[in-house]
């Protein structure tokens, strides 16, 4: 089963938004509401940022927002700051009962 | 304070076997599904295998099409720790595995991660 499809790198300047998209197919992103979204910062575990498309975990900034439109779910950043720069992974739960992730996408913040 | 921690990595040459461990502590072990996700040197993640909660009936599993018949995951509830029995391994199973806990009611959502454990798959 092929990766989510993620853009390679995104870039924004302090207090810019950007978005990453991360699209699948109707047996994964277009069929559940079971996306997620994690940071992963160079050396580091990844953190769990977005679940259920739009849903933040305690303690995770608002700033961070998601969303999703048939086959491409997305994440959104406002607010850019220095410490949001980071690597950032899409999954999806999928019709074979088996997780996807995406190839990854690395934020660069200017 | 939930925790995680992975053991058992290492070198291994091509067709060889390795047992990784990951000790869990600092929550209710067994109400909590276990997956083990990996990440190859400067490459992206990939989820391997869960092994489901008390809840979910004890013994549900699934695994990805890449390790289907070559790695068993299992649970030992009683000493909060997960294993991944590998088999038959492949330099293209050269990563960072990590254990990683289910968030909320849905295994598909991991909250709590390990460090990792490097395993090198080489002759």
């Known amino acids: 089963q092929s990766a989510l499809t993620q853009p390679p790198s995104v870039s924004g300047s302090p207090g810019q938004s950007v978005t990453i998209s991360c699209t699948g197919t109707?047996?994964?992103?277009?069929?559940?509401?079971?996306v997620s979204w994690y940071q992963q910062p160079p050396g580091t575990a990844p953190k769990l940022m977005i679940y259920e498309v739009t849903n933040r975990p305690s303690g995770v900034p608002d700033r961070f927002s998601g969303s999703k439109s048939g086959n491409t779910a997305s994440l959104t950043i406002s607010g850019l700051q220095a410490e949001d720069e980071a690597d950032y992974y899409c999954s999806s739960y999928t019709s074979s009962n088996t997780l996807l992730f995406g190839g990854g996408t690395k934020l660069t913040v200017l | 304070e939930v925790q995680l921690l992975e053991s058992g990595g290492g070198l291994v040459q091509p067709g060889g076997s390795l047992r990784l461990s990951c000790a869990a502590s600092?929550?209710?072990?067994?109400?909590?599904?276990i997956s083990w996700v990996r990440q190859a040197p400067g490459k992206g993640l990939e989820w391997v295998s869960v092994s489901g909660s008390v809840g979910s009936g004890g013994s549900t599993t699934y695994y990805a099409d890449s390790v289907k018949g070559r790695f068993t995951i299992s649970r030992d509830n009683s000493k909060g720790t997960v294993y991944l029995q590998m088999n038959s391994l492949r330099a293209e199973d050269t990563a960072v595995y990590y254990c990683?806990?289910?968030?909320?009611?849905?295994?598909?959502?991991?909250?709590?991660w390990g460090q990792g454990t490097l395993v090198t798959v080489s002759s």
């Open positions: 600092g929550f209710t072990f067994s109400r909590f599904a």
């Open positions: 109707s047996g994964d992103v277009g069929s559940y509401n079971r």
């Open positions: 990683a806990k289910q968030f909320s009611s849905a295994w598909f959502y991991l909250d709590y």
